[in-house]
């Protein structure tokens, strides 16, 4: 048969290169000895989820670790999955948990020179290389039908046999040139197939940087190269692309080591040295008895969406996940805690080699540890970058007053002094801790334990006497004058010798005042709140709780 006619008829484009001209346009990159290059390649789905973060995390670390370069790259061949957005969505998830591209999609770089990174962008690449490849007796055109594929699989599964196109069941591996030519003529839609040579009875020791030696069964599927509609599947593009884009180390999760054979086949037969692939393990989580994969449909926490509305700590999660990447992450932070993740020497090989366990428990621990080690200014910048995406229309208002906030946020998260709040695990907690500072957020239900006439000669007492300029002992003096004032104990050892001497003691006047301030009998030390708040607002919530 003539393959070169053949090519031609099923990829007619004559406007394709000689598929050796790419090694030219995308040569091998200077980099140092032993940098690696990585990258990302999801689907542009929408759906990020923490799968991405996992392998982008150990990806950038790698890159970034060795000299080498971490790149985009944009999966889009199925457009079904399509999503507008999506691609910006990635980066921007990504960015927040501190994980930037070097090049690619979307990404401003003069080192874009290895692109499209849209797989849609370079159909003239694959089908080049289709066409070498038919060219070369290594592929072939298929024009079974949907329902006779489906026939096939059916007659496999009766017989308990591999469903696929393979073997005996490839029936249009040996069509010969009449039947092809009458099957073009009649403008029959075909696919092109690899003219797989591989043999499923030999099997191969393969070397996976993450789960060390593991046996390969050989290829012997003619999977389809390019559809119908003449774009490529994965399995052929990533092959073309990794090559291109002259990837060294292809991180992705484990479901892709089925298809491995077929990939380690394709690499050969296009004449590419393969990258080095390493499979991630699974996230996975217990269910009481049990443990089971992570699930999109079941378990909000996959999508990293969730990290970011819920407001976790975005460092939280990439140290989280640390944790699981390299079993000896824990030890280093345990010994170096201030330290920056990016100084722990990740290593691919340190990689947990089957199914790792997510707990989000201890993620929500790492969140409330580093939450209360920030500085106000820090906080203040967490909060406010939550508030500016999630927040009401009030919370926007209120972090809009920069230097109110950081104040409020010294005393409240404690974060001005030793005594730091450490139960904070999530931006809205901490948004809501400080509502009562605002007037439009303070809608206090004053639960007093004291009679009104008691309460209102109280806080009107103290309204009279208040002075923003007090320092804690003068502003305490004066509750104990209060309370003096109104038949209540100044002294907590006189109270206690004697209860039924007194109305109350002076604790029991602060808490009147605080109830009134803040709304309620806990709150943190109440000069420094009437400090923040100001005279005229803490005169204003002192009155406003006078009943008369
Ligand atoms: N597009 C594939 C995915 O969405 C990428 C797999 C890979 O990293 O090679 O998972």
Known sequence: MDLKKLASALIPDDCLIDPAKYEEIYPPRKLPEGAQVTRLAPSPTGFIHLGNLFSALADERVAHTTGGVFYLRIEDTDLKRKVDGAVESVIRSLKYFGIKFDEGAEIESKLNVYGPYYQRRRAEIYRAYAKK??????????????????????????????TGYYGKYAKCRNLTEEQIYSNLDAGKPFVIRLK?????????????AIKGDITV????????LIKSDGIPTYHFAHAIDDHFMRTTLVIRGEEWLSSLPIHIELFNVLGFKQPVYAHTSSLMKTEGETRRKLSKRKDPELSLDYYRSAGYYPEAVVRYLLTILNSNYEEWERKNPQADWREFKFRIDKMSRSGTLFDLDKLSDISRTRISQLSAEECYKFLKGWVDEFGTEADKLHFADESYVIKILNLVMGTGGKKRRKDIERAEQGVRLIDYF?????????????????????????????????????????????????????????????????????SDIAEILRIAVTGSPNSPDLCTIMGILGKERSIARLNAAVRL
């Open 133 to 162: 490849l038919i060219e070369q007796g290594l592929a072939y055109p298929c024009f079974c039908t949907e329902e006779e594929l489906d026939e096939v699989r059916k007659e496999q599964n009766a017989q308990k046999l591999i």
């Open 196 to 208: 797989s040579r591989g043999d499923a009875s030999v099997k191969h020791t393969f070397h996976d």
């Open 217 to 224: 069964t050989e290829n012997d599927q003619d999977v389809v």
């Open 438 to 506: 605002f007037d439009d957020t303070f809608k206090p239900q004053y639960a007093f334990r004291f009679d009104q006439k008691t309460v209102n000669e109280v806080l009107l007492g103290f309204a009279a006497l208040y002075d923003p300029s007090d320092d804690n002992s003068a502003w305490f003096a004066k509750v104990k004058s209060i309370a003096a004032q109104v038949g209540f104990a100044a002294e907590m050892g006189d109270y206690k010798a004697n209860p039924a001497a007194y109305g109350g003691s002076v």
